[in-house]
């Protein structure tokens, strides 16, 4: 018998907790709220099991037991494929959506063959429409000249554009048959050996995922909205992304934002105070916007290749995919995973920096569950550990000179730390 639900009719949530609801476009969240988890490939194992260790820790310092995580672990990925013939399993994906709040570990993607990316699958099947990657700067080396003036967290769309998968290859019947129809219904001409890729961006979709990045930028008090696009080129994609973005933000937020151009042409260049300052930039152009000019920039909204491009670029500024967070949201559901893959060469050796993991699993308990209190318990920790050069060897080999701690002795510090944090001194900091 496998030790985790393969099927559907096999998912018993534990009993000692209780599942999230949605209820009239609210999370509403018990004080034991089940969390489902799966570990993955490679090195998730050890990374995710580190994760849960220290956001425990964040959670009975917030709350002094009043509160807890129950956590019910499923599989998905090699050991999925060992225990239920599949690497995804319904079993899993039925627990996920019970459970709405829900952490991964990396799963291992082929590359240019082989079965599809687990990880888009998933997102593709729970409706998980935005992924959220904040990029912010604890202490670690890094290359950027003012990483104390970054604060941005990039909302790339989950489901459409390049990542929805509609292509064929050059020899495939089906790219013959477009090849065939472009050129006898439009005149385009192209060469036999040409694969064919789609890029769909609707309004619909579109507009919902712009929603939940300015949901997230008014609840965080952030600064400027920007949309990163390349309208200038791919007009009726792209630049209809622009389009409806503008029209869905003027629509539902008119009195939280301005626009750039009214900030110019009716306030002088200076925003009227508390409001948000929505603006575009094509994507190449913003590719280095972020590097000359960080502080101008907090939530930037993308279609998904684009965010793809940027949130790898950004976090690279910022020390690596090893400190690089992500979180999936939809309607009521959200899945947190790190940026970063399965490393299997790295398996086993607990050598592996499980801050991404780590990062992810607490934007997903204070950000989407609404335990606000513990991201910056956690935050606190990794920059304490940081400062006193307590880290694991991809940041030790920049800093340079100091021995390097094993995943679990990292985990065990930032423990300490939030073990003997001040709690009000931490949140009063966290708020300013």
Known sequence: MPSHPCTADEVKPPSEGQLARWENGKLIVPDNP?????????????????????????????????????????????EAQKECNALLPEGTLQAF??????????????????????????????????NVRPIKWYGQPTPHCHPDKVDWVVFRENTEDVYA?????????????????????????????TGIGIKPISKWKTQRHVRRAMEWAIRNHYRYVTIMHKGNIMKYTEGAFREWAYELILNEFRDYVVTEDEVNNKYGGNAPEGKIIVNDRIADNMLQ???????????????????????????ALLGG????????IGDGIAVAEPVHGSAPKYAGQHKVNPNAEILSAAYLISDFM???????????????????????????REMGGI??????????????????????????????
């Not at 089940?34 to 220290?54: L, N, R, S, W």
């Not at 064929?168 to 090849?179: D, I």
């Not at 606000?372 to 920059?383: C, F, G, M, Q, S």
């Open 165 to 193: 998968g509609i292509e064929w290859p050059w020899n495939s019947p089906e790219a013959q048959k477009v090849r065939e129809f472009l050129k006898k219904e439009f005149g385009i001409e192209l060469t036999p050996d």
């Open 289 to 315: 916007q972020i590097i000359t000019r960080p502080a101008e920039y907090n939530v930037i909204v993308t279609p998904n290749l684009n965010g793809d491009y940027i949130s790898d670029e950004a976090n």
């Open 370 to 396: 609404g335990w606000v209190e513990v991201r910056p318990l956690i935050e606190y920790a990794i920059r304490q550990a940081i400062a006193n050069k307590q880290v694991t060897y991809d940041l030790a």
């Open 321 to 328: 995919i090893g400190m690089a967070a992500g979180l999936d």
């Open 97 to 130: 959506r019970l459970a709405r709040i829900n952490l991964k570990g990396p799963l291992t993607t082929p590359v240019g063959g082989g079965y599809r990316s687990l990880n888009v699958s998933l997102r593709m099947i729970l409706d998980l429409y935005s």
């Open 34 to 78: 089940i969390v489902a988890y799966f570990k993955g490939d490679g090195t998730g194992p050890e990374i995710v099991e580190e994760a849960i260790k220290v956001v425990n820790a964040a959670v009975d310092k917030a709350y002094g037991g009043t509160r807890r995580i129950v956590w019910w672990e499923t599989v998905a990925g090699e």
């Open 403 to 432: 021995k390097p701690l094993l995943n679990t002795e990292y985990t065990d510090v930032l423990v300490d730390y939030i073990r003997h944090a001040d709690l009000k001194e931490v949140l009063a900091q966290a708020r300013h």
